[in-house]
């Protein structure tokens, strides 16, 4: 069993009227993310929470993939340091 050290939010901004597409491919094709849901209401339409074993893990294997995938135009990654 790995331990899950490194938790952080993932704020994504994606095109719009994509965001329901975006979240849902997170969730089931990112590897690490807990959970990934479409927003109203600021810059960013999409959340997605993650638990990564190493920062490195989130960088490349998280954050990476969900700024390549189809329709995200901008990500910003809020780290949880004491979570």
Do not use: S
């Not at 959340?47 to 995938?69: F, G, K, N």
Request: hydrophobic content about 50%.
């Amino acid at each position: 069993m790995e331990a899950f050290v490194v938790k952080a939010y993932i704020l994504i901004q994606a095109l719009p009227a994509t965001e329901g597409l975006v979240a849902g491919r997170i969730a089931a094709e990112v590897h690490w993310v807990v959970r990934a849901d479409d927003t109203t209401g600021g810059p960013c339409n999409v959340i997605a929470y993650a638990e990564a074993p190493t920062v490195d893990d989130m960088d490349h294997m998280v954050v990476t993939p969900i700024q390549c995938m189809e329709n995200v135009t901008q990500t910003v990654t809020c780290w949880l340091p004491h979570a």
